[in-house]
């Protein structure tokens, strides 16, 4: 019996542009759109100046480009940072069902991959579009998730990344599925890096599987291989993982309809659980008018793992960034003392600003079994708040902003991407990039693509 990583390489390896249907290609270049906007925000973070700095004494000269600066790197540092770029500011898409996940980490090893090997902009609308099917379908394959005992999705997506890279180099079935072998086998990350307090490392582990993915991919290319048994067999995920796996649903109805149009986009730099009660605590304050000083109270209904995670103890005092994206205390403390919460509200000076610090202990977590029973069809919340003058208001919301039946607008991701663009590109800069994010698949080569997504105004 052929292994999965075999029926997934079968079918994988031989997608080709003419296979999407038009609304994903459309798709593809609305996460393109927001990814790369999500990169130029990035590019001006600390994390990524470090990561920058390393990688410039290691990176060998190559055909691809890094986002926003231009270097011309080789394909396994250039996925990388790029990687990092998009995902440092926790501000890019998110897709939730066992387990959560980012599939847009994975489109610099699209990039990477289609530049290395002078493929179109048609292949990289290809291999975004696989990157976003396996990613979301390997979320969904594991009851409950890899996250529930303590694994990150970064493990899942070094099992996603060699599939868009080794499509994007054109490898056959049998060769891709010795890149799944090679990435998956080495690189399984454990949740402690979401766990407590938060490090750089938070938004770091998925971009390093996703260059364990374009790794992978180049060995596999000269003929290295790799477990072919990763996933369902002996000692693979579904023997040392302590979960049920379903992998039929890895490859049933492949092709007949499309991962990517059930994917989010974020409307806030913060962990996804965070903005349905984030936009119905904005809702609450902005519809009454309420003052910082008028709030005595805000009670967070929610789910068990976000009482969890989000509001353990260091989260109701955090002092960086990585710990206050992933704070709900924090984020709720921030939309009812400035009523609004955008990549400013995570600056060293707001995290230690006295008003916002002063909401922190109003606010309360607590896990209801009957959120928990509609999760993840529904991200539903519901958020309380009772005032200094003895009124309680509340408001219940089923899904934030962004969710697939609440999409950002194609204006909201244009308006996202020139505000992340602010301090780094020119306005004729953005106008260029999003024109050529737009007609994507009319370049015959990517690499002319990559070179229109590089600053040049500043």
């Not at 390393?54 to 080789?74: F, I, P």
């Not at 099917?133 to 394959?141: G, S, T, V």
């Not at 971009?207 to 002996?234: C, F, I, N, R």
Request: charged residues 25%.
């Amino acid at each position: 019996m052929s292994t999965v990583t075999r029926r997934i390489s079968d079918w994988a390896s031989r997608v080709r542009f003419e296979d999407l249907p038009p609304e994903v290609v459309r798709e593809a270049k609305r996460f393109l759109m927001d990814s790369v906007g999500c990169a130029l925000g990035g590019a001006q973070q600390h994390d990524v100046h470090i990561a920058r700095s390393v990688l410039g004494e290691m990176a060998g000269s190559g055909s691809c480009r890094v986002l926003v600066t231009g270097e011309k790197w080789d394909p396994v540092s250039a996925s990388l940072l790029n990687a990092l770029m998009i995902r440092v500011m926790d501000y890019n898409d998110i897709y939730w069902q066992q387990d959560p996940c980012h599939p847009s980490d994975i489109i610099p090893a699209a990039m990477a991959a289609a530049e290395r090997a002078g493929g179109s902009g048609r292949d990289l609308l290809v291999g975004i579009a696989l990157a976003y099917e396996f990613e979301q379908r390997l979320c969904e394959a594991s009851f409950p998730g890899v996250r529930e005992i303590g694994w990150h999705h970064a493990t899942l997506t070094a099992a996603a990344a060699p599939i868009a890279a080794a499509r994007m180099l054109g490898l056959d079935a049998e060769k891709m599925q010795h890149a799944i072998g090679i990435s998956a086998s080495r690189h399984c990350t454990p949740g402690s890096v979401t766990a407590g307090k938060l490090t750089m490392m938070k938004n770091t582990v998925d971009p390093m599987a996703t260059q364990s993915g374009v790794l992978a991919a180049l060995l596999a290319e000269q003929g290295y291989t790799g477990p072919e048994h990763v996933l369902d067999g002996k000692e693979g995920f579904s023997h040392v993982f302590d979960t049920e796996w379903k992998f039929d649903i890895l490859t049933e109805g492949l092709g007949d309809s499309w991962r990517i149009m059930k994917c989010g986009m974020k409307f806030f730099p913060t962990e996804a659980l965070t903005h349905a009660p984030i936009s119905a605590t904005l809702d609450l304050v902005n519809d009454h008018d309420l003052a910082p000083d008028q709030v005595e109270s805000v009670t967070i209904y929610s789910l068990a793992r976000a009482a969890d995670i989000l509001a353990d103890p260091s989260k109701y005092d955090p002092r960086t960034k990585e710990t206050a994206d992933h704070s709900l205390p924090y984020v709720i403390a921030a939309a009812v003392a400035e009523r609004q919460v955008t990549p400013i509200q995570f600056t060293d000076a707001k995290i230690t600003d006295p008003t916002i610090r002063a909401q922190l202990n109003k606010v309360k977590v607590i896990a209801d079994p009957a959120i928990e029973a509609v999760f993840p069809a529904l991200q539903r919340v519901r958020v309380v708040i009772r005032t200094t003058d003895g009124r309680e208001v509340e408001k219940q919301l089923d899904f934030p902003k962004g969710d697939p039946r609440n999409p950002l607008t194609d204006a909201e991701i244009t308006g996202k991407f020139k505000a992340l663009a602010a301090g780094i590109a020119s306005p004729s800069d953005v106008e260029r990039m999003q024109a050529a994010i737009n007609r994507t698949e009319t370049y015959d080569d990517v690499r002319e693509l990559m070179a229109d997504l590089v600053v040049t105004g500043r």
